[in-house]
């Protein structure tokens, strides 16, 4: 039974506390750990505020028991103690996944398997030194993944197969839906379609297509809504009578047309300076923290209409 096991969650920001609530909420006993006492002491404030909000909306049952399911620790060896996996939400840098992996390398247990949150720092680049580098792989959520399912797994060139099936079985028995990439590509699968995205985004905003506010409803209000509950390629697939064959056949051309020669460099630096003088006069930056739990309770919403309506994975 989940509530004789436990899994350990390191590092506790926004990713880590949301990974507290996903394994908690399975029946999984949590120790959590981050390296900052302001953080750990923040952990079990925001985690019984985040469920009492999923109850009011029936995403869980019983916050209270949930709670309780979490402890807090106050150093890595103690968190990992008797844990048969552990998810690792450390700062995105080679250096501090790094620092991390070594050090729960040394403590962990032989058949203790680490999962990383990193968002594009393939496993590979931070786990290469370590004795036990075949129980680690990435395991990419998306923010916060206590609302958002989709985990990316990806394994380093060294990571065993069955680790990636337990981890795989693992993510589906607590809720999640496992992606799983055959191999290692940097940003994965996920930021590589944001990116494209993103990329195109900005370019359409440097050269004065449109503003900041347009093309986000245009996301909002367009391609988004349809992208909540199926992927690209199920979305051509409807859009055209015969099918993904006659999409292709209709519009590929078109799309061949739009790719940008060269391709879009780094975002320039006045243009971010432009678009965050925009952002901050529709949203200041001490109300970001607000609007952050406003999403998160719009995304709550989301979540609790697709699980009504069988579309969570």
Known sequence: MPE??????????????GWALVFARAGYAVRAYDPSEEVREGILSW???SLKDLAEIGLVEDPDAILARISVHDTLSKAVEGVFYVQ????ETVEAKSAVSHELDAVIGDDVVVGSSSSGIPASQFTEGCKNRARFSIVHPVNPPHLVPVVEIVPAPWTEQVVL????ALMQEVGQVPVRLTREIDGF???????????????????????????????AHGLGLRWSFMGPFETIDLNAPGGIEDYAARLRGLYAG????PPPGPWPDDVIARAAEERRAELPLEDLAGRRAWRDARLSRLASFKKNQGLMG
């Open 47 to 49: 985690a019984s505020d």
């Open 189 to 219: 699968v996920l930021n590589r379609l944001q990116g494209v995205l993103l990329n195109e985004a900005w370019a359409l905003y440097q050269d004065g297509i449109a503003s900041l506010a347009d093309i986000d409803a245009t996301v």
């Open 88 to 91: 690792e939400s450390v700062f």
């Open 258 to 261: 739009m790719v940008r020669t």
């Open 4 to 17: 004789e096991r436990s899994i350990a969650t390191v590092g506790a920001g926004l990713v880590g506390s």
């Open 165 to 168: 099936e337990q981890i795989a």
